[in-house]
Structure formats: C-alpha cells, structure tokens
C-alpha cells in the first residue's frame, strides 16, 4: 500500500541563525504576516513593530526582519542573549514572568507550548552556564522583549507549515568573542554551544557570531534530525538574511519545504521452524539481523509433527534485503528452509524529541495518528544511560522523565490530530 505523503522542513544554516532570520525566512518561505503578529497582540510588549524589508545578500533575494520597540535603540546584531540574574542587571525581565506573560496570554495550543519549550531551553542553558537555577535566570530588557516577538513570531510561523519532519544542516560557528552584560565571551556564545548539544556543527574560522542563543534555541525545538537534505518534492523556499557580510557564503538562512514522494513500502515476513538448535543461538542470530536491517524478530514456542517441541523464527524485512537476510539465516542456524511472505503495514507518523529532563537530556519518541492520542516512550538507551549514572533503576527514570514531559508539554498527552 501507499504510505501518506510526509511534508518536511529543511533548515539550510547557511550562515548560521538568529531570530531575526528565522522571521525573515519564515515569511519569505509563504508564512502570512498576520499569522505571527495575531498572538504577538495578545502580549503585553508595549509598544513595538515588525519591519519588513526585501533585500539581497550575494545576489539573493530574501527579508530582513527588525523587530522595532517604541524608547528603545535598535537592537544589537546579538540580540537574544539571556544573562544571569546580576546586581548591575536588575532591569533584566526573570524568565518565570515572562513564562508567567505567555500563560496569561492564553496563545493556541499548540503554540503557547511550543513558545514555552523554546525559553525553557534558553533559560535552562543559561542556568547551566552560570550554575543557576533556569528560574533565576533574567533576560536583558530589550534583548528579552526582542526575543520575545521573534520567538513567538517564529513558533506560529513554524507551526503554520505544517511539517512532520525538521531535518536541520549541520550548523556553522564563528570564532572570536562577543561582548555582553557579563563582558568579553567566547564565540560561539556558552549558551548557544550549551544549546546545539545533539545537534551537528562545524567550524568556519569566520571572525563574529553565527548562531545567536535565540537562533540556536530555536533550531534546536523545531529539529528532529541533523543532517542532509532529504529527498523531496520542493513547494517553497525562503531566505531570511542576517546583517553581517561574510567573505566566503551568503549571509542567510535557508529554509525548504516540501513533500516526500509516496512509496510503496515492500516488506516480507520470513519464517523458519528449528526443533534442533541450541536456544542460546537463537538472541545472537536475532541481534545479527537486527544490525543487517531487519525491522522486527521475534520467535515463538511450536509444537511440530510427532509432539517436538521447536521455535518459529519471524524476521520482518525489507524486499530488497530478502537475500541477505536468508543467507544469515541459513548460515547461523540449523534450518533447511524459509518461508517468505510479501506483506504490507500501516504505520503511526513517528518524531524524536530530546528532553532536558532532570537527570539529564533523554530522546523521546512520539508516535501519532489520525484521531488518537499520540504514544510517548523514552528512548530505552537514554534511560539506561541515566540510571547508571544517577545509580538509580531504569523504572525510576522513566517515569520520572514522564513525568516532568507531562508538567512541562500537557499538550502532547490530549486528544489525537484532526
């Protein structure tokens, strides 16, 4: 049967991020304006404006995005910076009021959600940075209210995609250091490395800042996978340009929408009945096919002709990986024969999430379909991982990651799509 037709993001990171670009991308990728700006009006910002500007960087065409706030200068290349909560710094805006304001906001799910994850992991990789609680951290004034509008302006632009899938590009870095409320860092910022962790990046050598904590935060909640871009069908493409000329790429972010072509997914069930093989063989020959590409393996106790007692083997591959599998197979157990059969599945839509839990980061799988709530299940690996290093049982830590996903995404446990 057809599998359903997969719409995916690419993020092209180019030059880098910000959440200028991100803006500027996103609008020029078809997102409407009034879309971002509807929920900005439902926030207590003062006042401020959306400027939009088609411009060019190295001969492509796409938008400058400024957000314009009413007493204040423009804002700084590095805008989106979090600091700490700091004597000299009592003007900054603490990110439990700002979490407080997009509450109070009552924004759509699933944006308020996803606004919330985007600071969260802000002010969490701040609260790494400066061993803090992320509850105490504070947002500059201008820098906060900045990121506000591009973050959320961002997250409902994102969300009117529509995508089942995020595949982002390996993301570049500058080198140098970057002035800020605590004086001279390093590039790129502590944050933004603390933030991109799971994700791939690469070093240009370019003097300056790429990737700003805002860009970088960003990046990070809406990616499922880093990599490639995957095969795909394009319907739109967006540039959102930065202010910085670089002297060897264009000064852009890049994003692709599209669809994935519908394919038939050909699969075969393969089956063999062994009565005279030695049990222990059996999780070594399962594993190795795993690792092949098998799907699935799994076996089953049979009673055979004249009361044997034996094991079914089941493998569920591929079409095209049939032979392999069966020379496996045939070279590492005792049968004389297998059966195949060509089957056909329908399956839920599937997406990783990392979690920062409080034990630490762990992947999440969410599995969804049409009219059902969707399945979360922490990735067992991370689980176990986690326990080992907190010497806690693997029950206390899934539950426990449970647990804190259910506090801190509600969303992900109410009704199905529709």
């Not at 899938?165 to 790129?188: E, K, L, M, T, Y």
């Not at 990737?211 to 990070?220: D, E, I, Q, R, S």
């Not at 000064?251 to 005279?276: C, F, H, W, Y």
């Amino acid at each position: 049967m057809n599998q359903p037709k997969e719409r995916i993001l690419f993020v092209d990171c180019i030059a880098g991020a910000s959440g200028n670009m991100w803006l500027g991308a996103l609008l020029h990728a078809g997102v409407p304006r009034e879309v971002m700006e509807r929920p900005l009006k439902k926030m207590d910002l003062g006042q401020w404006a959306l400027s939009l500007e088609s411009a060019a960087k190295n001969g492509i065409t796409g938008i400058y995005a400024t957000v314009n706030l009413e007493g204040e200068d423009q804002h700084p290349s590095h805008h989106g910076h979090p600091h700490g909560a700091d004597p000299d710094h009592e003007h900054g805006i603490p990110y439990k009021d700002i979490r407080a304001a997009v509450e109070h906001a009552e924004l759509a799910e699933p944006l308020s959600t996803l606004v919330l994850q985007v600071f969260d992991t802000l002010a969490r990789a701040e609260g790494e940075i400066h061993g803090m609680n992320p509850e105490n951290v504070h947002f500059h004034e201008v820098g906060g209210r900045d990121a506000i509008v591009d973050i959320i302006g961002s997250c409902a632009g994102f969300l009117h995609l529509h995508v089942d899938r995020v595949v982002v590009s390996p993301v570049p870095h500058g080198r140098g250091v970057v002035q800020c409320a605590h004086g001279a860092i390093p590039i790129p910022a502590p944050a933004t490395q603390s933030i991109l962790k799971g994700l791939q990046t690469v070093g240009t050598g370019l003097e300056g800042e790429m990737v700003t904590p805002t860009g970088a935060a960003l990046l990070k909640t809406f990616a499922q996978e880093s990599g490639h871009m995957p095969p795909m069908v394009v319907e739109s493409i967006g540039y959102g340009l930065g202010t910085r000329n670089w002297p060897d790429r264009p000064n852009v972010l890049r994003l692709v929408v599209g669809e994935s072509q519908a394919k038939e997914e050909k699969l075969v069930v393969m089956e063999t009945n062994i009565d005279d093989m030695n049990p222990e063989w059996f999780e070594p020959l399962a594993e190795s096919l795993r690792e092949m590409g098998a799907l699935d393996v799994w076996s089953t106790p049979i009673q055979m002709k004249k009361g044997r007692l034996a094991t079914q083997l089941s493998v569920l591959v591929p079409q095209d990986l049939q032979p392999a599998i069966s020379t496996r197979i045939f070279r590492d157990s005792t049968t004389l024969g297998v059966r195949v059969y060509p089957i056909s599945r329908e399956t839920r839509s599937r997406r990783i999430i990392t979690f920062e839990s409080s034990l630490g980061s762990c992947r999440i799988k969410i599995a969804e379909s049409e009219g059902a709530p969707p399945l979360l299940t922490p990735e067992f690996d991370d689980c176990l991982a986690l326990s080992k290093t907190h010497q806690i049982p693997i029950r206390v830590v899934s539950s426990t990651v449970m647990e804190e996903v259910k506090i801190q995404h509600p969303s992900f446990f109410h009704g199905g799509n529709s």
